[in-house]
């Protein structure tokens, strides 16, 4: 399946110009912009592992530079994912930092040892599932991912 490098709409195969902007698409008529990316001359399935690799900031950083459906929707689910779980890290720090009762410590260590070993869960699971090129949709987060990628 390939992709205008310029738009990021999918292109009929053989085609040489997109139907959408107009550009021009690959020397050669190859349909060119399967294999790289529109700005980031990744593979497709490379720049949407990656996307998590730095969790929410390299979400963003693909969101805005890369305008394949594949590699934008990762993007945006990585930022949803990883932006809820870093405001949820500020929130229980600012409740259990106020707290400082003895009987809260302990309660604040197991939920921020447990939200960090689901951090890391998700992290992996998410960068082999785009590595494997599928699109890997989350309950909850995938759906506004979605909307925010456009589909």
Not at 58 to 69: M, Q, V, W, Y
Not at 90 to 102: E, K, M, N, S
Request: charged share 10%; glycine share 16%; aromatic share 14%.
């Amino acid at each position: 399946m390939a992709f205008c490098a310029k738009c990021g709409a999918q292109l009929a195969a053989g085609a040489t110009f997109c139907t959408a902007c107009g550009a021009q698409q690959g020397s050669g008529g190859g349909g060119g912009g399967s294999a790289a990316a529109a700005g980031t001359g990744l593979e497709e399935n490379v720049a949407g592992a990656v996307s998590y690799a730095g969790l929410w900031v390299t979400g963003l950083i693909f969101f805005l530079i890369d305008k394949r459906p594949f590699v934008k929707f990762h993007a945006a689910q990585s930022m949803v994912l990883f932006g809820a779980i870093t405001v949820l890290y500020w929130v229980l720090g600012i409740v259990f930092g106020f707290g400082g009762f003895l009987f809260f410590s302990g309660i604040a260590w197991l939920l921020f040892r447990a939200l960090w070993l689901a951090c890391i869960i998700l992290w992996i699971l998410c960068m082999v599932k785009a590595y494997q090129k599928e699109r890997f949709k989350l309950p909850v987060v995938g759906d506004i991912a979605e909307n925010i990628a456009g589909k």
